[in-house]
Structure formats: C-alpha cells, structure tokens
C-alpha cells in the first residue's frame, strides 16, 4: 500500500521544530487493544501502564472496531485514565480467533485436488493481503499519528506488531519527520522468521514480507524482541542492527494477581491455556500420552480458542478426560490456572519455535504450579523451566520422554512457590523500565 509522500503531508502541517518536542510524552500505535482480546494484547497494554506511572504521557492510535472477534472487557481495566486514546476507522478486517485460510490447508492434506483448491485461494488472499488483513487500517494511523505529533508536540513514538503493517505507519511518520521523531519497533513475533514461514507462505508474499520487514530494520531508531533466539535470527542475516536491537522479553504484571481465587477442580486437572490453530501447538501426542493413564481420575481442559478441525479430530480419538471450556477472561484464565494441578503449554516441532517462550510462560511460573512443556528437541523454553526448576520438558515427537515427565508430575504436583521469587526479572514494570531506557 502506497505511504503519504512528503508533499501530501507538508499540506497538512509545518515542520516541527526540535525544541517543541518533550521527551516524557510517548505515541503508541497498537492495533490490538482492549477490548480485543487474547494475548497479543497484553504487552503493549501493560507497556502503556507503566509508562502512566513512570509519569509519562501517553497517547494511543488504534482502530475504533476491534481488530479480532474475541473481545475480553476485563483488559479495559488497565488502560489508565490520564492516557488519551485516539480511536480511527479502519478498512481492515476483523480477524477471527482462528486463519480460516490456514485452517482450510490442514483440511485438505493429502488430498491434490484440495491441495489445489487451497494453493488458489492461498494465492487470491495473499494478493491482497501481502503483509496482512489490517493493511486497510495503515493510511488512517498514519493521518492520526501526524496530527497529533505536532498538536502534542510528541518525539517518542512505540509501534507493535503483529499485525505487521502497523509498522509502516513508523516508516511514513519518519519519512515526515526524520529525526524529530524517535521510533522504537516492538517485534512481539518474529515475521520473516516467524515458525513455518517457508511452508505457509507463497514466495511471492515471502519477497514482499521481506522488503517491508527490511525497511522497518532501517527505518526505526531502536528495535525490541522478544528473545535473544529471534534477536540472534535477525542479527545473523543483519548484521548492522547490533547497536539498535535489544531484547525485552514478555512477563507478567503482579497487580493481574490480586484477588485471584484457584478455582476449584474436583478432580486432578491439567490445563491448557492458549491458542491452537493449523496444528500449532498441537496437542495429540500429549493427548495420547494421558490416555494411557487410565487409572487415574483426572482431566484436561483447554481453554481459550481452537479450530474447529483441530478439536474435530481430539473428539474422534474419543478422549474421555478431554474438556473444551472457550475463551475465558484474562482474570478467569489465571484463576484456572491457579486452580489446576498442572498447567501445560505446547510448541511446534521446528527450528523457529526452539527460540519461543510463549508469552504466558511467566504468567505460569508467577503461578507457581508446575509446568508440562512439550516442543522440539532444543528450546530455550526447556532452558528456562531448567533454571527455576518450574516443570518438566519433553519433546513433542517422544511419547516415552512425555509420559516420564508426565509420571514425574502426578508423582509431585505440589505447588513451586520458590521458583516465583527467581522471575522478578520478567515482572511488566520492570519490563516497562527497559523499555523507557530506549527513549532517555
């Protein structure tokens, strides 16, 4: 999509002066906030949180329509009162809880005919969604940032993806204002190293992704990741991000935590929390694992969102203990997973995914319930529950190292409170400090 070139904008506004701008004023532009749930939420939200009681002022570009169909009203709490949220249109489309285009590629394997129904429709979508469906939202953040960096007088500007295409409002704004403004890029995923980026995405979107994602290296002052795993990816085909790319990882805000009650289970429960889509994250192997344990009374719920192919094919296994409970509030999640006696979280098999935490890893820890992680061979997530002795890791291809772990845990499913007090690192403040140092 065409930027706004600097002689549209110069129509619009006079240039800034440098001495105008003041430092503790910040311009977010987040696509995905409250009340648009799910996690991807969280970070930027919690970031705006903290920059309010660090004393900033905030001010925030988003859509006026949700982004996604799951909506989760609680996040709205968090939003502090002095911010001032500047909602626009959008032509973008509303996302559902899961890719219907992906989903509809895991249905037609191995069958060619659907293969080539799917190639096709795969084809006509990524025309015209090349870097992704909020595309249409881009050219009215764009209008808003500009007004509002020089009715405020605004230098710091924080943009997030995903959705990606948000980060071509930075590229448009610097364009404008070149270094007047100050640009932080928050990569909450890793784009053109994102897991099965290759086998999901047709090469001419590849080379499309690429261009932009290259440019946004570029463009912006300081870029943030998530893991050193996703900094190391970039940093090995780009060499000269080294001085600008650092990492603040996910975490969790203690506040999320007070009042919290563990629901109560009846029976011995181990909870899935998250998201499960075009057999990411999937749960079978670990399914089929538990199956086998037929002598004890226990439960696996899911909750959160799953394609409806996906939990078709967990029914047809005829998986007794097996619940399927929605989505459920922020506040809701925690208190099941306070309330169960294990809580599990699940990585795709592949080389990207060695270098994912999950953002809801440190939500668990902070818990204090033990963790059963499934994923590949190698992964820094295994790394980490090592360290703070949080669980027990497995490879999701190894049915007998599953069922140890799986053993360890029925065995002690007493509660890990001391591994909470290794994890301050990872509280949202802190976090949020780390990432007002980028600005000073």
Request: with cysteine; aromatic share 12%.
């Amino acid at each position: 999509m065409p930027l706004l070139t600097k002689t549209l904008c110069s129509k619009l506004l006079q240039p800034m002066k440098a001495q105008e701008i003041e430092h503790h004023k910040i311009l977010m532009i987040v696509n995905e906030f409250p009340p648009t749930g799910e996690s991807g939420v969280q970070r930027p939200l919690k970031f705006l949180k903290y920059l309010d009681r660090a004393g900033w002022q905030t001010y925030v570009v988003t859509p006026r329509k949700p982004s996604k169909t799951v909506l989760d009203h609680s996040l709205c709490t968090d939003i502090p009162a002095q911010s001032r949220i500047f909602y626009t249109p959008s032509w973008g489309l509303t996302g559902a809880a899961t890719d219907k285009v992906a989903e509809l590629r895991a249905k037609t394997q191995p069958n060619p005919l659907r293969q080539l129904v799917w190639k096709t429709l795969k084809g006509i979508n990524d025309l015209i969604f090349p870097l992704d469906k909020q595309i249409g939202w881009v050219p009215f953040a764009i209008l808003k940032a500009i007004y509002l960096i020089r009715r405020f007088q605004i230098r710091n500007v924080y943009i997030t993806g995903y959705p990606f295409s948000a980060f071509l409002v930075g590229i448009a704004l610097k364009r404008i204002f070149g270094d007047k403004i100050y640009w932080v890029a928050d990569y909450r995923d890793a784009w053109q190293f994102e897991p099965m980026f290759e086998q999901n995405i047709l090469p001419f979107r590849q080379a499309i992704i690429r261009k932009w994602d290259d440019r946004v290296l570029k463009t912006c002052d300081r870029i943030v990741f998530v893991t050193d795993f996703i900094k190391a990816r970039y940093q090995q085909r780009f060499r000269w991000i080294a001085d600008k790319a650092v990492v603040i990882t996910n975490g969790y805000d203690e506040d999320d935590f007070t009042g919290i009650i563990p629901h109560h289970f009846e029976r011995f429960t181990i909870l899935y929390m998250g998201k499960i889509y075009s057999y990411k994250s999937d749960p079978i192997p670990l399914l089929k694992v538990i199956s086998e344990l037929t002598e004890q009374n226990l439960q696996y719920i899911h909750i959160g969102t799953i394609t409806p192919d996906i939990l078709a094919d967990i029914h047809s296994h005829n998986f007794p203990f097996f619940q399927y409970q929605g989505y459920q509030s922020h506040s809701d999640a925690l208190s099941y997973a306070a309330g169960a006696d294990v809580n599990v979280i699940i990585l795709n098999n592949d080389k990207e995914s060695e270098g994912v935490y999950t953002g809801k890893v440190f939500e668990l820890i902070r818990i204090g319930k033990p963790i059963l992680a499934v994923g590949p061979k190698v992964s820094i997530l295994k790394d980490l529950l090592d360290k703070i002795q949080g669980g027990e890791y497995a490879s999701i291809g190894d049915s007998d190292a599953i069922r140890a772990a799986l053993a360890k845990l029925l065995q002690k499913p007493t509660s890990q409170d001391s591994i909470t007090n290794s994890i301050t690192q990872f509280s949202r403040e802190q976090l949020c400090r780390a990432l007002i140092k980028l600005y000073a």
